[in-house]
């Protein structure tokens, strides 16, 4: 159990703002613990299950929109290490099919406002996410997938090879270029977010509306009356609670047999990996679907780059070298420049993937269980909205309007909602 | 890289192989309720340890075959042709 220094009463100052921090103690130790570590309490009106992204947003919503607030969020280890921690940081609702366009730009609009939700600077940089092309059937794809978007009122811009090169000149547009780059289509809405921000602006903006965050309490077994969930077991003791939600991304499978429910879900590894830091280099988001890899540089100056899921079921948390070798090619390839970089870290995170490449938010079919998964390779950038539909599910046990069509129940009915042709990589 | 032993070709770099999947998932019969198809469609035991599962070898000898493999540690336990029963391993996880 991670025990904080500094905690005391005197410890006050919450308010992140200009005058607070012109006004703080010298050496600023006056500064509130972003968040209370909580003893978790016998009994909760809903427990999330999952301290990544999804989980804190749907504590936060719930308290915040819903008013309800005795609430405990169970994390097994520390807030956001999970896929929260281990993403390449990317926003975007450059998707193809209505329903699923309606859900990531709903997040990705909450993202645009958090800041000053949160009062926590999640550091959004909207710098612009480029697709490239490399054939003319690249154009073709790209021209249909930006009037899809405009279509469903999402913002997109075709642009020609001069426009792409313009914005992210260290692309390789040499002549003997193996991926000649003959245009592009930008979302300029789509950019950055500080990851690990995410999971404490929302952690501090659910702790301070009443909710427990309980960390290194892993949830060991569903409490059940009948066949209804009314609570779990866990490392910490039993806590009983009205209704239990999950958010664990890929170990959603594991826990969700806990309770007899089986999930249409496989777990994979996927790979990220960092270089050393540089100078400001590239001040966009490029991916070339052609080689399967996408870059991006932090603030920091590293290049954060990432490719195609290991596709062998893994619980690993690391990725294949086979992988990491296909992305640096790639890289060597489409940036010369950044051949010469040092690879600094390479880690992987486990992503629940389904079938159709679409998430799952809603009840399992045992009452008083609900579930938030299946977001695959594209959990970071849905936190707001997952959070959003799963706290309107679990504070007016109806499905939120935009949740609707990501039941469980597609699986059996037949009405996927297949996603796999508009993710950024193909997987 | 991970090495895998094709039962045909030896052991090979893992990148020549492609993983089909969960194996021995018997089809329902084809009268059976929507509910039972779409768990034979999609419903996944997905393991954290042992899991049995299709193997190709793609860019060798083309042929499919069975691995009971740890999915935490990637360790593989047995190597056996598609019409071979489970392994024991493999039986006891698996119904």
Not at chain 2, 69 to 87: F, G, N, Q
Request: charged share 15%; aromatic share 10%.
């Amino acid at each position: 159990m991670a025990v904080y220094p500094n905690m005391n009463e005197l410890n006050t100052r919450s308010k992140y703002s200009a005058w607070n921090l012109f006004a703080a103690a010298p050496s600023h130790q006056d500064w509130a613990p972003a968040w209370r570590q909580a003893e978790p309490k016998p009994r909760y009106d809903a427990i999330i299950i999952g301290g990544g992204g999804h989980g804190l947003a749907t504590a936060y919503y719930l308290a915040k929109n819903h008013g309800v607030t005795n609430v405990a969020v169970l994390e097994k280890a520390w807030i956001g290490g999970g896929n929260t921690g281990r993403n390449t940081t990317i926003v975007r609702s450059n998707y193809l099919y209505p329903q699923s366009a309606r859900l990531y730009d709903f997040a990705l609009k909450l993202y645009e406002g958090l800041s000053t939700e949160l009062n926590f600077n999640i550091m959004l940089s909207q710098r612009g996410l480029i697709t490239t092309a490399h054939s003319r059937h690249d154009l073709d794809n790209l021209s249909r997938w930006a009037n899809a978007m405009l279509f469903n009122g999402i913002e997109a811009e075709i642009l020609n090879a001069q426009q792409v090169r313009e914005l992210a000149p260290r692309l390789n547009f040499s002549p003997n270029a193996r991926y000649p780059i003959l245009g592009g289509v930008i979302q300029r809405r789509a950019g950055t977010v500080r990851h690990d921000a995410v999971a404490w602006g929302y952690a501090r903006g659910a702790s301070a509306l009443g909710v427990d965050i309980v960390q290194d309490c892993a949830v060991t077994g569903f409490i059940k009356q009948g066949n209804r969930v009314v609570g779990v077991q866990t490392t910490r003791g039993e806590i009983r609670a009205d209704k239990v939600a999950m958010a664990v991304a890929g170990n959603s499978s594991q826990l969700a047999a806990m309770a007899g429910v089986r999930l249409p879900v496989t777990s994979y590894s996927l790979q990220a990996m960092v270089s050393e830091s540089v100078k400001p280099v590239l001040d966009t988001v490029v991916l070339s679907p052609a080689v399967g890899t996408y870059w991006s540089q932090s603030d920091k100056g590293e290049i954060v780059f990432g490719g195609a899921l290991d596709l062998v079921p893994s619980y690993a948390q690391r990725g294949s070298f086979a992988i990491s070798q296909q992305v640096l090619a790639a890289t060597a390839e489409m940036f010369p420049s950044f051949g010469r970089l040092r690879v600094l870290r390479q880690w992987a995170g486990t992503v629940d993937v389904v079938q159709d490449s679409s998430p799952i938010i809603g009840s399992t079919g045992v009452p008083g269980l609900y579930i938030n998964c299946g977001w695959g390779t594209g959990g970071f950038k849905t936190i707001p909205v997952g959070g959003w539909t799963l706290a309107h599910l679990l504070a007016t046990g109806k499905n939120h309007e935009l949740a609707e069509p990501f039941q469980l129940e597609r699986f059996h009915s037949g009405r996927l909602i297949d996603e796999a042709g508009a993710a950024g990589i193909a997987h | 890289m991970m090495t895998l032993n094709c039962p045909w070709c030896g052991a090979r770099p893992d990148n020549e192989f492609n993983c089909g999947g969960t194996s021995h998932i018997q089809r329902p019969a084809l009268d059976c309720s929507d509910e039972t198809w779409g768990d034979y469609l999609f419903g996944r035991t997905n393991p954290r340890g042992l899991h049995a599962e299709r193997w190709r070898h793609t860019f060798g000898c083309g042929q499919w075959f069975n691995v009971l493999r740890d999915t935490v540690s990637h360790e593989i336990h047995a190597v056996y042709r598609m019409t071979d029963p489970k392994p024991q391993a493999a039986r006891e996880i698996l119904p």
